[in-house]
Every structure is written in structure tokens, then in C-alpha cells.
């Protein structure tokens, strides 16, 4: 157990995520979404004072139904790792998902999401949900982009992260040739363009949608790439919409499109 508990306190820092391909979850609903996500989780830790409340019995047994080791921790040793200023006293120790980038892009159809520099944990978890939500294929997170397991960005995608396949470290410039010549249709939210986003026919195909850094927006060189440039009208005064505002509204206009309804 306290190996479990050392290893899992080292996962706080990014370095050791990426050396070890593994991050934490915490929380009562996050650690259940996990598992009954099937999520390739490694073990759960359970404070001690919690594992006689009801969620955490529930989380308890889909625990020892999928044959994961269980470990029952000192509260005060737990809250060392967690991230959150009340915490609920459930930690789990999950690997990286593994996900399959040519095969998404090969069937060339759906919708694809790239953020370009993207600093905001909160703003990529709120997208990462709302592409969930929209029914996203992917996520593609360029280079200088947050962490996708920052716990901020996790807590955010409200467990979407187990659902959409998500890319860290892309070189957007090679993406946006690349699905391109795969038949998507790339476009790119820009204020100093001139046609909405609304109206643009999102109906039939692949599209990629390409959302720019909160305060340079995308850099000019992968503007110069994209197909189209699309724009969020807004009233006079305003410069621009928080980056998950943004992508939001343009998701749900290609999702309102499509919608059979």
C-alpha cells in the first residue's frame, strides 16, 4: 500500500504522467464514471473514514468486480494527494487511454476538433465535455496546449475524457494537410473574417474546427491552411468570447444542422 500511495503522489506532477503514461482521478463521481467506463484503471484508494458511506460501498464493489486492487487509506495521507480543497476521500490511479489517430481520420467523415495553444484547464475540460456532448470524434491538442490530466482539465470534462478520444502534442500544421486530403472540410474560428458561422452549410461531411489560443487566437500560419474562416458576431464593445463559448456555439450549430429532429 505504501508503494501505491508514493506512486501515486509523484502522478501530481506532469513529468512523472508522461514518463509513467498515468494520472490521477478524484472524486466520488469521477472514480465511478471511470469504472463503469471500463476505463483502464490500476488501482483505487478509499480513506478510511469513507468506505462505510454508500457511494463509496458501490464504488467498493464495481472495484472487486473488475479485479482491481483496493486499497484503504489513513484520510490525512489521501488528502496529501488530492487537488481539491474538500476532498471526498476516493483516488484512483488510471493509465492513459490509447487511441487509434489514423483510424479517425481515415474514415474521413464526423467532426474533428484542434486547439491551437489552448491555456485554460478549465476552457479544455469545458470543450472536451461539450464535444462529448456534440458527438466529436476527436480532439487534437497542438503543441503548448494545458495538459490534458492537469486534474483542473480533468475535473472539467466531467469524465468526457474516457469518451473522446483526445490527442496531445499535434503538429497542427501536419493535421490540417492530413484530414484534408482525407476529404474534411477545415475551418477555423476567426473575429477579423467577415462570414458568420451560422451560415455555413455544416450538413454532410468531415470538418475540422480549429479554435486559437485565448489571447493571440490562432497563429497565422495555420490560418493560412484552413479552408474557411468563420466568425462569432457580437454586439459592439465586445472584442471577443471566452475559447469554450466560442467553440461551443460553433458545435452546436453543426450539431442543430445535423440534428434528424
Known amino acids: 500500500m505504501k508503494q501505491a500511495l508514493k506512486f501515486a503522489r509523484c502522478l501530481k506532477k506532469r513529468k512523472y504522467r508522461e514518463l509513467y503514461h498515468n494520472f490521477l482521478i478524484e472524486g466520488v463521481n469521477f472514480v465511478e464514471d471511470a469504472l463503469f467506463n471500463n476505463a483502464p484503471l490500476d488501482y483505487v484508494m478509499v480513506a ?12 467498493m464493489e464495481q472495484a472487486r468486480l473488475q479485479q482491481l486492487p483496493l486499497f484503504f487509506v489513513k484520510d490525512e495521507l489521501l488528502a496529501k494527494i488530492s487537488d481539491t480543497e474538500t476532498p471526498q476521500g476516493v483516488v484512483a490511479v488510471c493509465s492513459m487511454p490509447v487511441w487509434n489517430e489514423e483510424q479517425v481520420i481515415r474514415e474521413g467523415d464526423g467532426l474533428l ?23 466529436v470524434k476527436a ?9 490534458l490530466f492537469n486534474p483542473k482539465v480533468l475535473r472539467a470534462t466531467m469524465g468526457a475524457v474516457f469518451r473522446v478520444p483526445v490527442f496531445q502534442q499535434v503538429e497542427l500544421d501536419t493535421l490540417i494537410r492530413k484530414v484534408k486530403e482525407a476529404g474534411f472540410l477545415t475551418v477555423a474560428a ?20 480549429l479554435i486559437g489560443n485565448e ?17 462569432i458576431p457580437l454586439a459592439g464593445g465586445v472584442e471577443s468570447l471566452n475559447a469554450a463559448v466560442a467553440a461551443s456555439l460553433i458545435l452546436y450549430e453543426i450539431f442543430r444542422q445535423r440534428d434528424p429532429g
Open 215 to 231: 489571447s493571440r487566437g490562432i497563429r497565422t500560419e495555420l490560418l493560412d491552411l484552413v479552408d474557411l474562416k468563420v466568425r
Open 48 to 59: 478510511e473514514d469513507n468506505r462505510y458511506s454508500q457511494k463509496c460501498k458501490e464504488i
Open 139 to 147: 480532439v487534437f491538442l497542438g503543441k503548448g496546449t494545458v495538459d
Open 113 to 135: 476538433v484542434a486547439l491551437d495553444g489552448l491555456q485554460d484547464p478549465g476552457n479544455l475540460g469545458t470543450i472536451i465535455r461539450t464535444a462529448a456532448g456534440v458527438g
Open 190 to 209: 476567426d473575429p477579423r473574417t467577415d462570414k458568420k458561422y451560422y451560415h455555413v452549410d455544416f450538413r454532410k461531411g468531415g470538418h475540422l474546427i
